[in-house]
């Protein structure tokens, strides 16, 4: 019979983002007043899980990649399964700690709706584009994240216009902020109310704790998958197995097979190590041997999983696909004329013409009483005279495929 850790679930109970804490009017803040309804028993993170939920970014994240790309295998991970792993891993740190349950789950719901199509690869890719495209900023998944809920996505109101999903700042900070590469072991939550649009790559912890545990329980949830996936791909040598055995049984203290090294096992470790070893004055941590496992598995995982050569051929596929939509679809551009030159070429490019001329009355001022007509009550974004705009509506709408869509999209290009 299995071993009860006992833990002392009020040990960050005051910390909860809560009525209670100090944090609380500005955590629950949205950028506009969000309709109330009648009877509804959710609290405000309850709403923004919901409507994380209900959005199409969400849904695309089935067919977007964690490692491995644009996989037909059932059973390897895609950015959805990854989302729900981190979701699952922070409720259960929240909950035995006595933090906000609802808050760590929408946090972790929405973490990634911003990731690009072929996971991070994706991410580089576009990052260059810009760079070749004269643009001053950097694109990183996290702020694509917080962009995407504070302008792409939209959810029907009670009156069929489509609104901005207006989510609350603690979602949304920890949506920002949620970075798995922790590099230092004890991380407690910023006291600064700042905004989130003026945050930069990696220099900002979450203004929450339930931030900072979907902050770690994202860096958990990938190691072990990762390794499962890699594994049942064939990518490791027998010298690997063993290495990885070793290394694990060595801080596990106890008797392990490889096998034994898999999502369950490490997930239960860490976060069970994590729990035991978290307070208040110092914040989350582990125990050092189990950071410095992590960073182990971590290290071992960049160099037998994902700088292995059999990605080489697929890596550079990803960048002639998006590339060429990118080339595509700003060689089309003509101000307010871009639409009907778009739209004189749906016999052979039916899918993107047509997908990202609608992107254009959804989001820039091309048509406003189309806009209008349609019940689209979102923010407009671009203004379709400035050049500047036009180039980050392609990089938005790049940057929000799912690998399958990016495909079909590419192939209409490539076919005659």
Same mark, same amino acid.
């Given at each position: 019979?299995?071993?009860?850790?006992?833990?002392?679930?009020?040990?960050?109970?005051?910390?909860?983002?809560?009525?209670?804490?100090?944090?609380?009017?500005?955590?629950?803040?949205?950028?506009?007043?969000?309709?109330?309804?009648?009877?509804?028993?959710?609290?405000?993170?309850?709403?923004?899980?919901?409507?994380?939920?209900?959005?199409?970014?969400?849904?695309?994240?089935?067919?977007?990649?964690?490692?491995?790309?644009?996989?037909?295998?059932?059973?390897?991970?895609?950015?959805?399964?990854?989302?729900?792993?981190?979701?699952?891993?922070?409720?259960?740190?929240?909950?035995?700690?006595?933090?906000?349950?609802?808050?760590?789950?929408?946090?972790?719901? !929405?973490h990634d709706l911003g990731h690009s199509?072929?996971?991070?690869?994706?991410?580089?890719?576009?990052?260059?584009?810009?760079?070749?495209?004269?643009?001053?900023?950097?694109?990183?998944h996290e702020k694509n994240s917080l962009?995407?809920?504070?302008?792409?996505?939209?959810? /029907?109101?009670?009156? !069929?216009?489509?609104?901005?999903?207006?989510?609350?700042?603690?979602?949304?900070?920890?949506?920002?902020?949620?970075?798995?590469?922790?590099?230092?072991?004890?991380?407690? /939550?910023?006291?600064?109310?700042?905004?989130?649009?003026?945050?930069?790559? !990696?220099?900002?912890?979450?203004?929450?704790?339930?931030?900072?545990?979907?902050?770690?329980?994202?860096?958990?949830?990938?190691?072990?998958?990762?390794?499962?996936?890699?594994?049942?791909?064939?990518?490791?040598?027998?010298?690997?197995?063993?290495?990885?055995?070793?290394?694990?049984?060595?801080?596990?203290?106890?008797?392990?097979?490889?096998?034994?090294?898999?999502?369950?096992?490490?997930?239960?470790?860490?976060?069970?190590?994590?729990?035991?070893?978290?307070?208040?004055?110092?914040?989350?941590?582990?125990?050092?041997?189990?950071?410095?496992?992590?960073?182990?598995?971590?290290?071992?995982?960049?160099?037998?999983?994902?700088?292995?050569?059999?990605?080489?051929?697929?890596?550079?596929?990803?960048?002639?696909?998006?590339?060429?939509?990118?080339?595509?679809?700003?060689?089309?551009?003509?101000?307010?004329?871009?639409?009907?030159?778009?739209?004189?070429?749906?016999?052979?490019?039916?899918?993107?013409?047509?997908?990202?001329?609608?992107?254009?009355?959804k989001y820039s001022n091309i048509d406003?009483?189309?806009?209008?007509?349609?019940?689209?009550?979102?923010?407009?974004?671009?203004?379709?005279?400035?050049?500047?705009?036009?180039?980050?509506?392609?990089?938005?709408?790049?940057? !929000?495929?799912?690998?399958?869509?990016?495909?079909?999209?590419?192939?209409?290009?490539?076919?005659?």
């Open positions: 019979m299995e071993k009860t850790i006992e833990l002392n679930k009020n040990l960050f109970c005051e910390y909860s983002t809560d009525e209670n804490n100090p944090k609380w009017e500005n955590a629950i803040t949205r950028l506009h007043p969000l309709a109330n309804k009648p009877f509804d028993i959710r609290t405000p993170f309850d709403r923004d899980a919901t409507r994380i939920l209900h959005s199409s970014a969400y849904r695309r994240l089935k067919h977007k990649t964690q490692v491995f790309f644009a996989t037909n295998n059932d059973h390897i991970c895609t950015r959805i399964e990854h989302v729900n792993h981190v979701a699952s891993i922070s409720k259960t740190i929240a909950k035995a700690l006595g933090l906000n349950v609802s808050l760590a789950e929408a946090i972790a719901l !929405g199509p072929f996971g991070h690869h994706g991410e580089r890719i576009i990052e260059k584009i810009m760079d070749k495209h004269g643009f001053q900023k950097k694109f990183w962009r995407f809920v504070d302008y792409i996505e939209t959810l /029907p109101n009670y009156s !069929g216009f489509k609104e901005n999903m207006n989510l609350t700042y603690a979602v949304r900070d920890g949506i920002v902020c949620h970075c798995g590469e922790v590099n230092e072991n004890f991380i407690k /939550p910023r006291n600064d109310f700042i905004d989130l649009e003026n945050i930069e790559k !990696g220099h900002q912890m979450p203004y929450t704790y339930e931030g900072c545990v979907v902050k770690i329980s994202d860096k958990i949830a990938y190691l072990g998958r990762d390794i499962e996936d890699a594994y049942n791909y064939r990518f490791f040598e027998k010298v690997d197995m063993i290495t990885l055995k070793q290394l694990a049984q060595e801080v596990m203290k106890k008797k392990i097979r490889f096998k034994d090294v898999n999502t369950s096992s490490l997930i239960h470790e860490f976060i069970t190590n994590l729990c035991i070893n978290s307070n208040p004055d110092k914040g989350l941590a582990f125990s050092s041997e189990y950071y410095d496992m992590m960073n182990k598995i971590k290290k071992f995982n960049y160099q037998k999983i994902y700088s292995n050569k059999r990605f080489k051929p697929f890596m550079k596929y990803a960048q002639l696909v998006l590339e060429a939509i990118f080339d595509f679809l700003y060689d089309y551009y003509d101000g307010k004329n871009t639409i009907k030159r778009l739209m004189k070429y749906t016999k052979f490019y039916p899918t993107l013409t047509v997908d990202f001329s609608d992107w254009l009355i406003i009483d189309l806009h209008n007509l349609r019940k689209y009550k979102n923010q407009i974004i671009y203004d379709i005279e400035n050049e500047v705009d036009y180039k980050q509506a392609i990089i938005d709408y790049i940057s !929000g495929m799912s690998d399958n869509y990016a495909i079909k999209t590419y192939s209409e290009l490539i076919e005659f």
